[in-house]
């Protein structure tokens, strides 16, 4: 891929003022955030094997529990131990927020999402899910109906419209001029993913199931992970051009990852893990604030607070990890101090992304370190957009809270204000998604992209987002960018029902694992029970001190 694909006819330096952008009296602020690259890069060269790079720990503390990560995972091991009532455990972050992909920006406006935006309506596996949902009001009573949610979170409609050949339509499936025979087979794949809803095997377990772990187990279903989602539509004579941009849009939106190079089963698994196949009025529907799943990350952080004991330090890093017959020995790097402290504890949940685990651990189990080696990430770019004024209304279905160009490498936008309750329009916050999800991107091009100037980015928003709305480099007064270097693991072909995986879910004595790169899908609903099933193995385990259970 040519870096012109992103940026037509400007180069890196002062792209805003090139292609018809904003003259220097109206040229948006523009601001920049994204992971700790340096510190990152910093570890990878020094490591668990080498601490040269490191002042050596000044400071040594004691805990029950140390975890590693400060996403989704670790604050939901975090809750889940403050739920079971160990008081003495340590989180250590390695951004200043926590959150991971479920942080969120502000400005005058709005509040914006950096990450993950929206959680569709948890399937009846996902128990923790909903135990959080019950804890932060935002489900009254079973779930299994629409009215148990609370209102003000459910995505309002419009939700969602494509911008295909020149016109806005309603909802995501491509029909505007698709002739009759597509149109047979959009029904006959739509038929199958509700049977595959509706299915069961002997122990009660759909073929695709969310959290995954409690899917069918059937060889017949297992072996579809060893094949792309494209050739699985291939073979199953799917031919229809819109079903095969629908399936690649899937595959790059939930998991930043072209379906040539997505396994079939992780594919099939994002139509079917939601839902009865029954008539249901929570089809479709999710949650969201303008801040995406910031509010998520932020119920499930009050645990850590209000107890007088620190529990969280942060900004700073594990750099060298070591198990031994006692526990486990973690060294942190505090970047702002520019010293070290040892913590000694009696377990350890990693919940820190897999790829980290060659250049930490000393001495890991081979299976954990193969498996950390074969990983595979997918970065991304959000570009948040201030309006100072609404999007004009053009042809075809209205502005709704998702936004999709047909044929487009982005993901499109959301509107971070769609669920503001307003009797005039007004200044708006558009959050705008690229995955650098082609197959032609090396990891070394991936890096150089990353390093470009933010301006590169902001550029290219623009010029995705000029094509179904010429008027938005008028309106635009502020563009923050924010890059996820390693946003989430990719579902390569082989990789979900890795036997290594095992090994990995399993732990040893004194570690266990609670990112969703354990899982093999980066989920929230993934990460929320790997974070919940090692904080309960940890307790189990070692017989830590309970409180009140569901206190």
């Known amino acids: 891929m040519q870096r012109r694909d992103f940026l037509v006819g400007a180069t890196a330096a002062g792209v805003l003022a090139a292609c018809g952008a904003p003259t220097a009296t109206n040229q948006p602020a523009l601001t920049f955030s994204g992971a700790n690259l340096a510190l990152g890069h910093r570890l990878r060269k020094s490591g668990a094997h080498s601490d040269a790079d490191f002042p050596a720990p000044t400071e040594t503390r004691h805990v029950d529990v140390a975890i590693v990560g400060g996403g989704i995972g670790g604050l939901a091991a975090a809750w889940r131990l403050a739920r079971e009532g160990v008081d003495d455990f340590l989180l250590v972050e390695l951004e200043t927020d926590l959150g991971g992909n479920s942080r969120a920006g502000q400005n005058a406006v709005s509040a914006f999402p950096l990450g993950a935006h929206y959680l569709p309506l948890p399937p009846r596996e996902a128990i923790a899910v909903r135990e959080l949902l019950r804890e932060l009001g935002a489900l009254h009573g079973e779930g299994s109906r629409l009215a148990d949610y609370e209102e ?26 698709v002739p009759a025979n597509e149109r047979v087979q959009y029904a006959r794949f739509q038929a199958f ?102 509010w998520l990350a932020e119920g499930l952080g009050r645990r850590l607070t209000g107890t007088g004991a620190q529990r969280v330090i942060a900004p700073a890093m594990a750099y060298r990890v070591e198990e ?33 685990i060659p ?34 209304r053009r042809t075809g279905a209205p502005l709704a809270w998702d936004n999709v160009i047909y044929d487009s490498d982005s993901l499109g936008y959301v509107v971070a204000t769609h669920q503001a309750m307003r009797y005039a329009p007004g200044p708006t916050v558009l959050t705008w998604y690229r995955a650098l999800h082609e197959p032609s991107i090396s990891p070394s091009r991936q890096h150089r992209l990353f390093a470009t100037d933010p301006h590169f980015w902001a550029e290219a928003a623009l010029n995705d987002l000029a094509r179904p709305h010429p008027e938005i480099r008028e309106l635009v007064t502020e563009i923050h960018v924010h890059s996820h270097g390693h946003a989430m ?63």
């Open 152 to 177: 003000t979170l459910i995505a309002a409609a419009p939700q969602e419209r494509l911008f295909i050949d020149g016109w806005w339509q309603e909802g995501l499936w491509p029909t505007h001029r």
């Open 193 to 294: 993913v509700g049977e595959l809803r509706t299915m069961r095997d002997i122990h009660g377990r759909r073929p695709f199931a969310l959290p995954l772990e409690l899917s069918a187990t059937d060889g017949e279903w297992r072996a579809l992970d060893r094949m792309s989602f494209r050739d699985w539509l291939q073979r199953e004579s799917y031919s229809a051009p819109g079903l095969h941009w629908l399936a690649n849009y899937a595959t790059r939106d939930d998991y930043g990852t072209d379906y040539t190079q997505t396994s079939a089963w992780a594919g099939l698994h994002y139509f079917a893990c939601r839902g009865d196949g029954k008539e249901s009025d929570l089809d479709g529907h999710m949650l969201t604030t303008p801040g995406g799943n910031a």
């Open 324 to 356: 031994n017959r006692t526990g486990v020995t973690c060294d942190i790097y505090l970047a702002a101090e520019n010293r070290s402290v040892r913590v000694q504890a009696k377990a350890l949940i990693w919940a820190a992304p897999l790829f980290l």
């Open 359 to 392: 250049h930490t651990f000393v001495n890991p189990l081979r299976a954990w370190q193969e498996l950390a080696r074969r990983s595979e990430y997918a970065p991304w770019v959000v570009v948040n957009l201030t309006l100072a004024a609404p999007l004009m």
């Open 489 to 551: 693991i990719r579902p390569v072909p082989g990789t979900i029902w890795d036997p290594a995986r095992t090994a990995l879910k399993r732990g040893s004595r004194h570690i266990h694992f609670a990112h969703a790169d354990v899982s093999g899908l980066s989920l929230f609903e993934e990460a929320m029970h790997r974070g919940v099933l090692a904080a309960e193995n940890t307790v189990r385990r070692f017989g830590l001190r309970i409180g009140n259970a569901l206190g």
